[in-house]
């Protein structure tokens, strides 16, 4: 156990619609990070947070968007929904906005019919 | 876009041989570090190896790193069929430490 916890572990829905995942890091980390794994695009970073403000940006749609509360939990937001949007999506998280080793939740499977 | 490539895609080896696995980058980096995930799981943070030092050992696990031909291989010894999973190497080749991971190697380890 990682200590990063995901909700929800497994998700269907129709296209066009929206989705909220939700990510919990563990206690006293303070950076959040969003990855996107699917078969054809492999693991893909999206975006990352540190103590509630957005540090980087990877290859994150623009339907998608994420926020990081005073909390330290953070949301992916994913809207419009399309089949190609079907993949795992991780979060994970690490200490400092520079860390060695970031730990992994166990992501939450999209399905998009 | 993916920073780090794995080679091979999938290999499938005999319980108690060695396994080898080599990643390639594209840029400078910081560290370069190596994850397992089984199927469908989180990924596992295995070992860090940075960017002044050219080998590390963790258990059955040995690390290398070329920076010059921006290159590492993670040697696994003596396999096991639990090693039998997916190993990304990934870099933190930026200023925010948004790391990258490659598409990863497919390891099976047959009993």
């Known amino acids: 156990d990682s200590g990063v916890t995901q909700t929800p572990k497994h998700l269907i829905t129709a296209t066009g619609q929206r989705v909220t995942l939700r990510c919990s890091p563990r206690?006293?980390?303070?950076?959040v990070y969003w990855y996107q794994q699917s078969l054809d695009q492999g693991l893909q970073f999206l975006i990352q947070?540190?103590?509630?403000?957005?540090?980087a940006k990877g290859n994150i749609l623009e339907r998608f968007s994420a926020q990081q509360f005073p909390d330290l939990h953070s949301e992916l937001n994913l809207s419009s929904l399309e089949l190609g949007d079907s993949a795992l999506y991780f979060c994970?998280?690490?200490?400092?906005?520079?860390?060695?080793?970031?730990?992994f939740g166990e992501g939450s499977w999209l399905t998009v019919v | 876009s993916q920073q780090g490539e794995e080679d091979p895609q999938a290999l499938s080896i005999q319980e108690g041989e060695n396994a080898t696995m080599n990643c390639s980058y594209k840029?400078?980096?910081?560290?370069l570090q190596w994850y397992r995930q089984n199927s469908g799981r989180g990924l596992v943070h295995l070992i860090l190896?940075?960017?002044?030092?050219r080998e590390k050992h963790s258990g059955r696990l040995r690390v290398t790193l070329d920076t010059s031909k921006k290159s590492s291989s993670l040697l696994i010894t003596a396999s096991r069929a639990a090693d039998t999973a997916s190993y990304f190497c990934?870099?933190?080749?930026?200023?925010?430490?948004?790391?990258?991971f490659g598409a990863g190697t497919r390891l099976t380890v047959k009993p």
């Open positions: 990934a870099t933190d080749a930026g200023r925010n430490n948004d790391m990258r």
């Open positions: 190896i940075r960017s002044n030092e």
């Open positions: 947070y540190y103590n509630g403000e957005e540090r």
């Open positions: 840029t400078s980096i910081n560290n």
């Open positions: 994970a998280s690490s200490v400092g906005v520079r860390a060695d080793t970031i730990y």
């Open positions: 206690s006293g980390d303070l950076s």
